[in-house]
Antibody, heavy 118, light 110 residues
Framework: QVQLQESGPGLVKPSETLSLTCTVS????????WSWIRQPPGKGLEWIGY???????NYNPSLKSRVTISVDTPKNQFSLKLSSVTAADTAVYFC????????????WGRGTLVTVSS | QTVVTQEPSFSVSPGGTVTLTCGLT?????????PSWYQQTPGQAPRTLIY???TRSSGVPDRFSGSILANKAALTITGAQADDESDYYC??????????FGGGTKLTVL
């Protein structure tokens, strides 16, 4: 059974960089696409971007200048970095597998709340 | 900028049928947008219901169905149950690897 688990600091200071890791268990990361999605408190979902195990990436245009997604194949992990954060970046961050071709989000992590505050 | 639109809220009676829609502020939704649908209850991760317009994800009851209706993607729940009360999100593939979520529909069963 494939599982995804987000990890990382729950509190980040304004103007700093948010860093999260998603660990994939039960399957190799060398398949699918791997996405990050976020949800501000009480609001809707927003796709942040994806990485393919080959290293190719694609980002939401509204976040592109601040986002980097990377993959660590030996560790079966992929990571998110979001720079210059503000309070508007406070959200639950989910990692998910995404099927290329059909482009839907298949499996989801439980999500982790990141609060941006001094 | 094209926005993906959903009804903010909807209500259905237990046992009733409801159709939620997913449209575009500019243009029509077709199967080429690979519409998918997700159910989310408070504090939980989303659950995948439908992908590729009308394919149910594993374990999803057949009372959930997807389609294209009047230039929008649609999610129909037939025989609504109390535990269908959730937020429902659609996603459209915009090409070039980019996906966009709709704003979500809060479904009340009462």
């Amino acid at each position: 059974q494939v599982q995804l688990q987000e990890s990382g600091p729950g509190l980040v200071k304004p103007s700093e960089t948010l860093s999260l890791t998603c660990t994939v268990s039960g399957d190799s990361i060398s398949s699918y696409y791997w996405s990050w999605i976020r949800q501000p408190p009480g609001k809707g979902l927003e796709w942040i971007g994806y990485i393919h195990y080959s290293g190719s990436t694609n980002y939401n245009p509204s976040l592109k200048s601040r986002v980097t997604i990377s993959v660590d194949t030996p560790k079966n992990q992929f990571s998110l970095k979001l720079s210059s954060v503000t309070a508007a970046d406070t959200a639950v961050y989910f990692c998910a597998s995404q099927w290329g071709g059909d482009w839907y989000f298949d499996l989801w992590g439980r999500g982790t709340l990141v609060t941006v505050s001094s | 900028q094209t926005v993906v639109t959903q009804e903010p809220s909807f209500s259905v009676s237990p046992g009733g049928t409801v159709t939620l829609t997913c449209g575009l502020t500019s243009g029509s939704v077709s199967t080429s947008f690979y519409p998918s649908w997700y159910q989310q209850t408070p504090g939980q991760a989303p659950r995948t219901l439908i992908y590729r317009t009308n394919t149910r994800s594993s374990g999803v009851p057949d009372r959930f169905s997807g389609s294209i209706l009047a230039n929008k993607a649609a999610l129909t729940i037939t025989g609504a149950q109390a535990d269908d009360e959730s937020d429902y999100y659609c996603v459209l593939y915009m090409g070039g690897g980019t996906s966009v979520f709709g704003g979500g529909t809060k479904l009340t069963v009462l």
